[in-house]
């Protein structure tokens, strides 16, 4: 599988941003579908996932909840990340990645930058 991130850029607290994640390859196992951004100096950490091809189960981190949305569509399964009421907190470099199931690594995106910064 891979994957291709895009959306990112520069914006002011409070303003919104989409990411997407386009997914080539063989795509009929994959299950768990992620969203993880590693800011400056810190670790690479879960920001949203999904399960299941429906995309029926969504977990969130507790400091996206209200303001973020993850969602999947289509046969291609695009993956994407609605970002409202961005903070600066939120900055950092942002990977999507696509798993059979919560217990194998799977295949990761190149990353997309999301500074927010007023």
């Known amino acids: 599988v891979q994957l291709q991130a895009s959306g990112g850029g520069s914006v002011q607290p409070g303003e919104s941003l989409t990411l997407s994640c386009a997914a080539s390859?063989?795509?009929?196992?994959?299950?768990?579908m992620g969203w993880y951004r590693q800011a400056p100096g810190k670790e690479r950490e879960l920001v949203a996932e999904?399960?299941?091809?429906?995309?029926?189960?969504?977990n969130y981190a507790d400091s996206v909840k209200g303001r973020f949305t993850i969602s999947v569509e289509g046969t291609k399964r695009t993956l994407y990340l609605q970002m409202n009421s961005l903070k600066s907190e939120d900055t950092g470099v942002y990977y999507c990645?696509?798993?059979?199931?919560?217990?194998?690594?799977?295949?990761w995106g190149q990353g997309t930058q999301v500074t927010v910064s007023s």
């Open positions: 990645r696509y798993r059979i199931n919560s217990a194998v690594s799977g295949s």
């Open positions: 390859g063989r795509l009929e196992r994959i299950n768990v």
């Open positions: 999904v399960h299941g091809a429906g995309g029926v189960r969504k």
